[in-house]
Structure formats: C-alpha cells, structure tokens
C-alpha cells in the first residue's frame, strides 16, 4: 500500500486533532480515502460564511453539504483553509444532517458534529464523524470534489 504525501499529512493531523482533544473518535481519520470522478461543486466567489450550498457526490443519491467556515478547518482548502464538505448522511441511521450556526446538525436525534475538526461527534447517538468529502481547487476558484474520506452510511461501497 502507497501512502501519499497529502493522505500522510491527513493522518499526522488527525493524531495531533486526537493528542489535543483527547477524545476516542479518532478512528474516522483513519478511514480510507476512496477517490471518484471529480465533481465541480462550487466556485469560491459564490460562497459566504456559514452558508451552507447542498450537492450530490460521488453518485446522485448521496447528498454533500458544502460550506465556508469562515475559520481555519482540518482538511479545509482555499486561502483561509475554511473550505469543507462532508457526507450528508447522519452515521447514526442516515437522516439528514443540516449546517446550522456553526455546527451540523441531525434534525432525527440531534446528533451534532464540528465541521472544524473533520465533523468529529461531540453530542448524540452517532459514533462516527461524517464522512469527508476531499475538494480541490482551482485558480478560477472552481471547487471540486475528488473523494470521499470514509463509507457513505448504510453502504456497503460508496458507489
Ligand atoms: S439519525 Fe441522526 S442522530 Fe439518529
């Protein structure tokens, strides 16, 4: 097995995010990165802080959030590293998870995740982060999604 460059700085950031914070969730940062034809999702001159823009990725059924922090994330792209996706998909039993002031939330058992610190559970029944969605971008500023860091829930391939 190769390790590239950019999943070996994932995994040395996921280990420090688990040394400061000291929580047991750790382990989605270790779930594989699984690579998908690129999607354009976005384009940077269209998003505002803390608004979210929904999508679908890898396939049609699986919804993405999309969304600007406005603060440095883990994993986070663009000039201020404040860029994340994630699955849509709660990890508790698959409901759909919303951006809401900040956070994620699970309208069905108010499970809730930071999407700073690769929507890491911090509240509710959910055991797992959300998977995320890895983006690029370019110089026009087009946002493209190119893989999915973790299962999709209630799948057994994320395709
Ligand atoms: S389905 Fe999201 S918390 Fe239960």
Redesign the pocket.
Known sequence: MVITRRRLVQILSGLTMASMTGVGRAQFWFAPSLTYPALKVGNTRNLQNNQPVYFNYPDSRAQGLLVKLGRPALLGVGSGRDIVAFSAS??????G?QYKGGRMV??????MYDPAKAAQVYQ???STSLPQIQLRIQANGDIFANAVNGLIWGRAKNI
């Not at 709660?90 to 409901?95: A, D, E, F, I, L």
Request: proline residues 6%.
């Open positions: 709660c990890t508790h039993m698959g409901c998870v699970c309208p069905c058992h108010f499970s509710g029944l959910a």
